[in-house]
């Protein structure tokens, strides 16, 4: 009774919690940029809608394709719900924190990468190559300054556990620090927009086969596995907003209530943000991308020469 309490009740909880809010945000931006662009636009709830009707359906598999594509959908859903337990949202602490445990959320996000990477691959469609080829090129530019900001941070919290790194330590670090954080949050961002693939990096909307990097690797998906690669979506786009809304209002009022609505009010905030930048820019070319990461990097580092010559 004490393991179900103490142990998988929080876990269930946190699941809980990640997988009915994620897609919901991602809804706020289909509607932000709907707004901008004069239209009604869908209901902020349509994934919601979407996700139940592929659950409804049957997959429907390619004549080349083997395991590796008909497993990739559910070892991606499974590396994001794994990696969600060692996130802390707002009040909610991490079900699974220990030191080094950023290391392992790093290297969950490229476990999930390299399936779908494979999946893509194991059709046997260059369509789908390319975007695999794009993906794997972009993704080692954003993972060098996601690196770069979890050293700043954890520098900053003295701790290589990402609890502690955007927990109860941050609110002192905005105390000396506010350029290195300003710098971290930015740089962040553009790792967020990378990640998710949203513009300018990607475009999720779009199906041109020029600018296409993640919609065309799962255009092959249908039914369940397609819903299982849409909710993966939303919940590391939860994930990442979740830490950068973390490190930007890390509020502790003492309040339960208090606390929750700040954290949800802030991700509501970044979630608008994130439909205004899709609506104010357009998407950059490939070549260009690349200039951006490394920007994005750049200022990571920046920020790790200002931790060091402050400490």
């Known amino acids: 009774m004490d393991f179900i309490l103490n142990k998988a009740l929080p876990v269930l909880f946190h699941w809980g919690g990640v997988c009915l809010f994620a897609p919901f945000f991602l809804g706020v931006i289909a509607r932000v940029k709907a707004f901008f662009s004069g239209k009604t636009g869908p209901s902020v709830f349509q994934l919601y809608f979407d996700l139940a009707k592929l659950f409804r359906k049957k997959c429907v598999y390619s004549g080349t394709a083997t395991w590796i594509f008909r497993a990739a959908p559910a070892v991606i ?52 190559g390319m975007g695999a080829s794009r993906e794997a090129f972009f993704s080692c530019l954003s993972e060098l300054a996601l690196f770069m900001n979890f050293i700043v941070l954890a520098l900053l919290a003295k701790s290589i556990s990402l609890s502690q790194m955007i927990g109860a330590n941050i609110p002192m670090s905005w105390g000396g620090m506010e350029p290195v954080l ?38 092959d998906h249908s039914g369940v596995d397609l819903a299982f690669m849409l909710h993966a979506a939303a919940m590391k786009f939860f994930i990442f907003s979740g830490i950068l809304v973390s490190i930007i209002i890390p509020v ?3 309040n339960a209530v208090m606390d929750m609505a700040i954290f949800f009010g802030g991700m509501l905030g970044l979630a608008v943000l ?18 951006l990461l490394l920007i994005s990097f750049a200022l990571a580092f920046f920020g790790l020469i200002v931790t060091l010559w402050r400490a």
């Open 182 to 219: 300003l710098l971290v949050v930015v740089s962040f961002f553009i790792v967020l927009l990378a990640e998710n693939c949203r513009i300018p990096i990607d475009d999720p909307e779009t199906h041109l086969e020029l600018t296409m990097i993640h919609e065309v690797m799962i255009l």
């Open 77 to 128: 859903l499974g590396v994001m719900l794994t990696l969600s337990l060692m996130v802390p949202f707002g009040r909610f602490k991490a079900p699974v924190q220990f030191s080094g445990d950023v290391l392992l959320a790093v290297y969950l996000l490229a476990v999930g990468r390299f399936f779908m990477i494979l999946a893509a691959l194991d059709t046997g469609s260059s369509f789908e």
């Open 274 to 291: 994130v439909g205004v930048v899709e609506s104010t820019t357009a998407r950059f070319r490939l070549n260009r991308v690349r200039l």
């Open 252 to 254: 502790r009022t003492g």
